[in-house]
């Protein structure tokens, strides 16, 4: 699995996404370093969300050490978007399960959103998940965060559940089933009216 993820990685990286971004696959401190640096452009502080559960500072290290320890023992999965040299977002995922992948959270500084970067690497970050072998890729998002909802409810996600999480209060649960296969037989269970695959190749 290891030397498929090498070689998929190598075929599928560096990503070429619109207005001469670059999306490459990075190691976890310096993805760390730029997720730190952009955070507060991208999500600023919100005094609603501050009732939620955050790792503090004392912990935050080992939180570090537990996702290297991860990546060293399963799949985790780091992207950095670049302008020349410049790093404009991030995106991070991983292996939750033999066949699943969770995209976790993407990031995009706001002089570079609506530019069509985060839906072309969407859809190259799907055919490269596929190419590894995964099955299905799940994420969760905000009830209220239309563009993202939006954005992938026309690549082809479709709304899996809903879940009441410590960290992120309300979340809607995505999940893209990578083959169509899997997706006509989840259309035949769940469908009164079957929608055709759209497929991220």
Do not use: C
């Amino acid at each position: 699995m290891a030397e498929n993820f090498i070689a998929q990685k190598e075929k599928h990286f560096p990503m070429h996404l619109p207005n001469g971004i670059t999306g490459k696959n990075v190691d976890l401190q310096t993805y760390f370093d730029v997720e730190d640096t952009l955070e507060p452009l991208v999500f600023p502080e919100n005094e609603r969300t501050a009732r939620w559960a955050s790792i503090p500072a004392e912990r935050r290290d080992e939180r570090k050490r537990t996702l290297s320890l991860l990546q060293r023992q399963t799949h985790l999965d780091a992207v950095v978007f670049y302008d020349d040299d410049t790093p404009i977002g991030w995106s991070a995922g991983r292996m939750t399960g033999a066949l699943e992948f969770m995209m976790d959270v993407t990031g995009i500084h706001p002089d570079y959103q609506s530019k069509k970067i985060y839906q072309t690497f969407l859809k190259k970050y799907l055919a490269y998940l596929r190419d590894i072998g995964y099955e299905r890729v799940i994420s969760y998002h905000s009830p209220t965060n239309r563009a993202v909802l939006i954005s992938k409810l026309k690549a082809g996600f479709y709304i899996a559940g809903t879940e009441f999480r410590e960290h992120a209060g309300a979340s809607v649960k995505l999940a893209y089933l990578l083959h169509q296969d899997r997706y006509e037989a989840f259309e035949d269970v769940h469908s009164l009216q079957p929608q055709p695959y759209i497929s991220n190749q």
